[in-house]
C-alpha cells in the first residue's frame, strides 16, 4: 500500500449531513452485489470497465447483503412468521445471540461479497484538487478498488462504527466513468460488529455490507470537516451565550498551505489566519476569549420537548487558500448546554440549559436489516411526540444522519453509547488492534455526531463499564474531539477507577410486573434514581398487526410462529406475563381474550412506571422504558410494534406523560399533581371519586391547588379506611380542571383491595416475583355498558382528522373502551394519533376522541370500538 493510502486511513473523519463547497455525488444507485464465492475474480479485474456484472444481484446502497437480497425477492418476507430460519445460514440456535458465534461453514455469508458500481466522476474545480471517498459505515471489513487499484485493504478497513474518507485523486479519470468495487467481509464472533442482543433474532450476514452512505467528493487541497459549536451560559437568566466553533482541517497536499478559516455561527462573523504543513491534519477553534463577538447576547436558546421550543441555528466553517474557497461546511446546531451532577441520594441529574429535567424516554432500534425509511422515521418521531416522551437512548444502532436531525427539529434528547453482550464488552479477550478500532470508532463517531442539539449523554459502555486502560483511552478521544456533552462510564451503578459512581441503575425489570412495584422496589427497578433501561416486558400486537407478521395471528394457544417473535436468552417466552393474568385477571380462552387481557395489564404498569417515576422527581431522576420500539415484529418490549400500531402500553405511558397531569399513588394513596412544563399553574381544581365494583359511591373530595414550575405537588390523600371493607376492587377517578373549569387531566384507576406482595428475595435481573397476587378477576363479571358511537371525519392543518363521540346510557360502568381504525376488510391502518385511548366511561357518560389519520389511510375508514363490558361497534366514517 503505497504512502498516500496509508495517510488516508490515518485521516478518517466523519461527515455529518450538511451543505457543502465541495461537489459532491451520492453513490446511491445502480450497484451490483455478488458473493466473492462466485465471482471467481479478484479486485484488479472487477473493478475494471469491461468486468461482466449483468449476473449480478442489482442494488442501492447503503444496504446489507442479505437487505439487497430480500428487496430483490430472493427470499420471502424474513419479517413473516418463520420464514427467517429458512434463509441459510440461520442456523445458530434458537434464542441465542448470534454475535458470539462463528457463522455456520456452509454459511453463504462466510464468503466475501463484492460490491461494485460505476460512476462519472466530476472534473477538478482546480489545480491541486482533491477527490475522496467517503464510506459511511462498512460491517466489517472491506478491500477497496477504483480502476483496477487497490486503495484501501482489510488489515486498514475494519469497525461496523468507523467511517472513511479516502484520497482517490489519483486513481479516478476525471469527468469519465470510473468503477468502485468494495469486497465486504462479515463481522465473526471476535470483532466489534453490530449485534441485537436479546431483542430479536439475528440475520445470518449478521448485517455485514456497505450499511452507510457512499459519496464521491471533489475539493480543493484543504478539507474542512465536522464544525461544531459547543455552549456555554454565563448565568441562569441565559441572556449571554459563550459560543465556541471547532472544525477539523486537513492539508491533503504534499506543500504547506497559508491560508483563511472562516465562517458564522447564528449570524456572528469570526475568521482567523492558519498555516497547514504538508499532510497536516489540525482542529481550529475560535473561542469567545479570543473572538468576543461569539459572546451572543439575547440568544435564542434550543429546548427539549415540553420545556421550550427546539430553534436551530446554521454554523459554516470554509478555508480560503489564494483566493479561492477549499472548501466549506454548513450544519444546524443548537444554543443549549447539557449538563450533569450527582444528587444527594447519589443519583445522575441532567440539567438543560440549567433547568433540570426529568428524562423520560424509550429504547430505539434500527431495523433489523438495516433498512432504512424516511417516511417511517418521520412517523416515529410524531409517535414519540405524542407519547410525551423527551429521550430516545441508542446502544449501539447508532442511526443515520437524518435520525439525528429529527431529533434536533423535534426537540427529543438522545441518550447514546456502545452496545452490550458481545465482543465491545468481551474486553479480556481484546486484542491491541481491537483497541485501535474500539478508538477508531470511537472517533469517527464523535465527530460525526458532535454537532447535534439533541445528544445528552454518551455512554462508553453499556451492561458494564470498560476497564480502565480502555476507559483512559475513550476518555482522550471524546477530549481531543471537544465532546461537548456529559459521558459516563456505562449505563450501570458499577462505579469505576477512572471516572467513580455513574448515578444511574440498570436493575431492571425486564418482565411483567404489577403497578405497584414501581413505588415499593425502591432497591431494585422502582422509582428512585435513574434506570437506564426497564419495563414491565410483554407488549402485545393487535389482531390486524399480527395479521402482517403471523400465518396464525389467531392461534390459540399460540403457536411456535407467535414464540419466535418474543425476545432471546431470558425472554423467548411469556411464562411471567402469563401467570400473572391467569392469577389477577382470568385464564384467556382465545387469542382475542388474551389480547383484551394483555392490552389492559400494559396500560395499568406502563402508566404506573411512568407515573412513579414522575411522582418522586428528583429522588428520581429518569427512567427509559426497555424499549420505545422493535427492530422486527415482536411480542414484547415496545410501545408501538414494527406496524407502528399503538396500544394499551402505548396509552398508559402517554397519559402519565401528559404536560399536567393527575395521577394515584399505590405506594401512600396520595393523589398527586406533576406539573411537567416550567411555567407555572395555579387555581387548579383536582378533584377524585372512589367507586365499588357495583358504582357504589365510597368517597369524594376535591381542592385547588397550585402546581409550580416542573413540579410535583401532593393534592389529597385517599383515607387507609376506605380499602379494609368487604369491596374487592376500587375505581378511583381522578380529574384535574385549571382556573376556567376547564378539564386538563383525567385519569381512571382499578385498584385491588389488597395488592399484590412481591417475594424480594427472588428478585432476579428479569423481574420480581409475586409472593402473592393481588385479585381483579371481578373485572370479568362486570355488567354490561350500553355504549353509543358516532363519528365524523374532516380535513385540518394536520391531516385528516377522525372525531368519535361515545355515550354510555348504563347505569354501569365501561370498562376500558378502546377505538381502532382499520380497512373496510379489517386491515391495519396505523400509525393514527389518538387524543387518547383505552378510557372508562361511568353511568350516563360521554366523551369525544380524535384520531389524526396516515396519509395513506383509505378514504372511508373503519372504526372498531370496544370494551371489557362493551358490545362490539363498527363505523364507516366517509367524508
Same mark, same amino acid.
Request: charged content about 20%; hydrophobic content about 40%; some cysteine.
Given at each position: ?12 473523519? =466523519? ?197 452507510? =452512505? ?72 475560535? =473561542? ?111 442511526? %443515520? ?96 477507577? @477512572? ?170 394513596? %396520595?393523589?398527586?399533581? @406533576? ?59 381522578? %380529574? ?7 378539564? @386538563? ?131 364507516? @366514517?366517509?367524508?
Amino acid at each position: 500500500m503505497n504512502t498516500r493510502t496509508m495517510f488516508s486511513l490515518f485521516a478518517i473523519m =466523519a461527515i455529518p449531513v450538511s451543505t457543502s463547497a465541495a461537489t459532491v455525488t451520492h453513490l446511491h444507485d445502480n450497484w451490483r452485489i455478488e458473493s466473492a464465492c462466485k465471482a471467481n475474480a479478484g479486485g484488479d479485474k472487477i473493478s475494471m470497465p469491461e468486468f461482466p456484472v449483468d449476473s449480478w444481484l442489482k442494488a442501492s446502497v447503503p444496504t446489507t447483503v442479505l437487505a439487497a437480497q430480500v428487496a430483490a425477492g430472493l427470499f420471502p418476507d424474513p419479517y413473516f412468521g418463520q420464514n427467517l430460519r429458512q434463509i441459510p445460514g440461520t442456523t445458530y440456535p434458537m434464542g441465542q445471540l448470534f454475535a458470539n458465534l462463528p457463522m455456520a461453514a456452509d454459511s453463504p455469508y462466510r464468503c466475501g461479497w463484492w460490491y461494485r458500481t460505476e460512476f462519472t466522476a466530476p472534473a477538478k474545480a482546480e489545480k491541486d484538487g482533491k477527490v475522496w471517498l467517503h464510506f459511511g459505515g462498512i460491517n466489517y471489513r472491506a478491500d477497496i478498488w477504483v480502476n483496477g487499484h487497490q486503495v484501501a485493504d482489510k488489515s486498514a478497513v475494519a469497525g461496523a462504527y468507523r467511517t472513511y474518507d479516502l484520497d482517490v485523486t489519483d486513481y479516478v479519470n476525471p469527468g469519465h466513468a470510473n468503477v468502485l468495487a468494495v469486497e465486504t467481509f462479515a463481522p465473526t464472533e471476535k470483532d466489534l460488529g453490530i449485534n441485537w442482543v436479546d431483542w430479536n433474532p439475528a440475520p445470518p450476514d449478521k448485517d455485514m455490507g456497505l450499511w452507510g =452512505a457512499v459519496d464521491l467528493e471533489t475539493t480543493g487541497p484543504v478539507t474542512v470537516r465536522s464544525p461544531m459549536v459547543a455552549t456555554h451560559f454565563q448565568d441562569d437568566s441565559l441572556d449571554i451565550a459563550e459560543l465556541t466553533v471547532y472544525a477539523e482541517l486537513h492539508n491533503a497536499s504534499t506543500q504547506s498551505v497559508k491560508g483563511v478559516v472562516s465562517g458564522t455561527a447564528a449570524g456572528v462573523k469570526f475568521e482567523q489566519s492558519i498555516e497547514l504543513a504538508p499532510n497536516e491534519s489540525r482542529t481550529v477553534a475560535f =473561542a469567545p476569549e479570543q473572538f468576543p463577538q461569539l459572546r451572543v447576547r439575547d440568544p435564542k436558546v434550543w429546548w427539549p420537548l415540553q420545556m421550550g421550543e427546539p430553534h436551530l441555528e446554521r454554523v459554516t466553517v470554509g478555508f480560503t487558500a489564494a483566493g479561492q474557497v477549499t472548501d466549506e461546511r454548513s450544519t444546524d446546531f443548537g444554543i443549549r448546554e447539557i449538563t450533569s451532577e450527582l444528587t444527594t441520594n447519589g443519583s445522575r441529574l441532567f440539567r438543560v440549559n440549567g433547568k433540570p429535567i426529568l428524562i423520560r424516554g424509550g429504547g430505539w432500534s434500527q431495523d433489523m436489516l438495516l433498512r432504512t425509511d424516511q417516511k417511517r422515521l418521520e412517523d416515529q418521531f410524531k409517535l414519540v411526540r405524542d407519547l410525551g416522551l423527551n429521550t430516545i437512548r441508542l446502544e449501539g444502532k447508532l442511526d %443515520t444522519e437524518e435520525f439525528f436531525h429529527q431529533a434536533d427539529e423535534k426537540g427529543v434528547l438522545v441518550l447514546l453509547g456502545w452496545c452490550c453482550c458481545d465482543h465491545w464488552e468481551h474486553w479480556h479477550d481484546w486484542t491491541p488492534a481491537d483497541l485501535e478500532i474500539a478508538k477508531a470508532s470511537l472517533r469517527s463517531q464523535m465527530l460525526r455526531l458532535r454537532q447535534h442539539a439533541s445528544l445528552l449523554v454518551w455512554l462508553n459502555g453499556s451492561d458494564n463499564p470498560p476497564p480502565a486502560n480502555v476507559e483512559k483511552a475513550y476518555l482522550q478521544v471524546e477530549s481531543d474531539a471537544h465532546w461537548p456533552n456529559p459521558i459516563l462510564s456505562s449505563a450501570t451503578s458499577t462505579p469505576t477507577t @477512572v471516572s467513580g459512581d455513574s448515578g444511574v441503575k440498570m436493575t431492571g425489570p425486564y418482565d411483567y410486573v404489577e403497578p405497584s412495584y414501581w413505588y415499593t422496589a425502591t432497591h431494585y427497578g422502582g422509582a428512585v434514581g435513574f434506570n437506564t433501561e426497564t419495563s414491565p416486558g410483554p407488549a402485545i400486537s393487535s389482531l390486524a398487526s399480527r395479521k402482517k407478521f403471523l400465518p396464525d395471528p389467531e392461534a390459540w394457544p399460540p403457536s411456535a410462529n407467535w414464540s419466535y417473535h418474543n425476545g432471546g436468552g431470558e425472554f423467548t417466552n411469556l411464562t411471567v406475563f402469563d401467570d400473572a393474568m391467569a392469577a389477577i385477571y382470568a385464564q384467556p380462552k382465545s387469542a382475542a381474550d388474551f389480547e383484551r387481557l394483555a392490552q389492559t395489564m400494559e396500560y395499568d404498569s406502563e402508566r404506573a412506571m411512568f407515573e412513579a417515576y414522575s411522582k418522586n422527581k428528583y429522588t428520581s431522576t429518569g427512567v427509559i422504558q426497555w424499549m420505545l420500539n422493535n427492530a422486527w415484529p415482536s411480542m414484547i418490549w415496545h410501545l408501538y410494534d414494527y406496524n407502528l400500531d399503538s396500544g394499551g402500553g402505548y396509552f398508559g405511558a402517554k397519559k402519565a406523560c401528559e404536560p399536567l397531569h393527575i395521577q394515584y399513588s399505590y405506594d401512600d394513596r %396520595t393523589v398527586v399533581v @406533576v406539573n411537567s412544563t416550567y411555567k407555572p399553574a395555579d387555581g387548579l381544581v383536582a378533584e377524585v371519586d372512589v367507586h365499588g365494583l357495583k358504582w357504589n359511591e365510597l368517597y369524594h373530595s376535591h381542592g385547588v391547588i397550585s402546581a409550580g414550575p416542573d413540579s410535583s405537588q401532593r393534592a389529597f390523600e385517599i383515607p387507609e379506611s376506605l380499602f379494609g371493607g368487604a369491596e374487592r376492587i376500587f375505581f378511583i377517578d381522578l %380529574t384535574l380542571k385549571d382556573s376556567s373549569g376547564r378539564l @386538563v387531566s383525567r385519569n381512571f384507576y382499578w385498584v385491588p383491595g389488597t395488592l399484590t406482595t412481591f417475594d424480594w428475595d427472588r428478585t432476579d435481573y428479569t423481574h420480581t416475583p409475586a409472593e402473592r397476587y393481588e385479585d381483579l378477576s371481578a373485572l370479568a363479571s362486570l355488567p354490561p355498558a350500553a355504549v353509543t358511537a358516532h363519528a365524523e371525519v374532516a380535513n385540518t392543518a394536520n391531516g385528516r382528522m377522525i372525531t368519535v363521540h361515545l355515550q354510555n346510557s348504563a347505569n354501569a360502568l365501561a370498562f376500558q373502551v378502546n377505538a381502532a381504525v382499520r380497512t373496510a376488510s379489517g386491515d391495519l391502518v396505523a400509525p393514527v394519533l389518538w387524543s387518547e385511548n383505552w378510557i372508562e366511561l361511568g353511568p350516563g357518560e360521554s366523551e369525544t376522541l380524535t384520531a389524526l389519520l396516515p396519509e395513506n389511510a383509505p378514504a372511508s375508514p373503519v372504526v372498531n370500538i370496544a370494551g371489557w363490558n362493551v358490545a362490539p361497534i363498527s363505523l364507516t @366514517v366517509a367524508q
